[in-house]
């Protein structure tokens, strides 16, 4: 008698550039916790037919995700007796449709959601796309002024910078599909200067022991190129080299990297702050709403 494959019994919906992929990390290295090995499979993110997106790199994005059943069934095989099994893809809390795909598939699943103050969301995302080579636009207030036309366009949520910092829709969606008690809010200000506390209470709603505290550690941190062109094409020489999946080009592009970013990658300058109280300003209403949908304070959003 075979048994059923044992699916998540909570998922990290989001929100992008708000911690997610540093709480993987740190939940993998609880004893009592599984998560998927693929980081973001994005199985529940998509209608089927999966959509025909038309920005640069776009397609990629669809190809990488795990979206047949039985593929996504063996990302958990390796959870053997653990209490808490999950994956995380920041991309369900903001697709139209995932609360109740999900809802479908997993009935008694847990769901946790980073939310970072929208603003410097959008510039993180920004920033996280010219790190990759891909945002061709090295204005930040141009690529706000592009986004509306690429949506119409049919670029991906990866180039949705303001939109995705909406949350007060994509949280009502989980609210009605899941109710309060199965979904936890934080702010990514709290999990960056306090991740204990935030860790404590996470273990408590995955009901695993909260006496383990992992490493917390900074992951996929933002970063800028001193020389804008020559960024460019170092990242298509990495992806001509990620693309033939051997182990010796991987290797090379590690080797590549880790000295490339020795001499041409910086911290990020901050946002400008005149930008950033426009889109703050933008956001006000669904901030506030917001703070009443999760219960959390979310004033010191408001202010500069």
């Avoid at 047949?68 to 007796?81: D, K, M, N, S, V």
């Avoid at 366009?153 to 309060?180: E, I």
């Amino acid at each position: 008698m075979t048994t059923a494959p044992r699916l998540p019994n909570f998922i990290v919906i989001g929100t992008a550039r708000a911690g997610t992929t540093a709480l993987y990390h740190a939940l993998r290295q609880h004893p009592q916790v599984y998560m998927s090995p693929v980081k973001e499979p994005r199985f529940f993110a998509y209608d089927r037919p999966t959509p025909n997106y038309a920005g640069p790199l776009d397609h990629e994005v669809v190809a990488h995700s795990i979206l047949e059943p039985g593929a996504y069934a063996l990302l958990f095989e390796g959870a053997g007796g653990a209490r808490a099994v999950g994956e995380a893809t920041p991309l369900y809390l903001t697709m139209t449709g995932a609360a109740k795909r999900i809802a479908t598939a997993l009935p008694g699943v847990r769901l946790i959601a980073l939310l970072r103050q929208p603003a410097d969301r959008a510039w993180s995302h920004y920033l996280l796309n010219v790190r990759q080579g891909i945002e061709p636009l090295r204005s930040f207030r141009q690529a706000l002024s592009q986004e509306e036309s690429r949506v119409r366009a049919l670029w991906s949520p990866r180039w949705w910078y303001q939109r995705r910092g909406h949350y007060d829709g994509q949280v009502r969606a989980y609210l009605n599909h899941f109710g309060p008690d199965r979904i936890r809010f934080y702010r990514y200000e709290d999990w960056r200067h306090y991740p204990l506390e935030v860790w404590r209470d996470l273990c408590a709603f995955l009901e695993v022991d909260k006496a383990f505290v992992p490493t917390f550690e900074t992951v996929n941190a933002s970063a800028y190129p001193r020389l804008w062109g020559l960024h460019r094409a170092a990242c298509r020489l990495r992806s001509s080299q990620l693309a033939q999946r051997s182990r010796p080009a991987r290797a090379a592009s590690s080797v590549f990297w880790r000295a490339y970013r020795k001499c041409n990658l910086v911290r990020p300058p901050r946002l400008d702050p005149e930008i950033r109280d426009e889109l703050t300003q933008g956001y006000s209403d669904s901030i506030l709403r917001t703070q009443d949908l999760i219960g959390l304070d979310l004033s010191g959003w408001l202010v500069g």
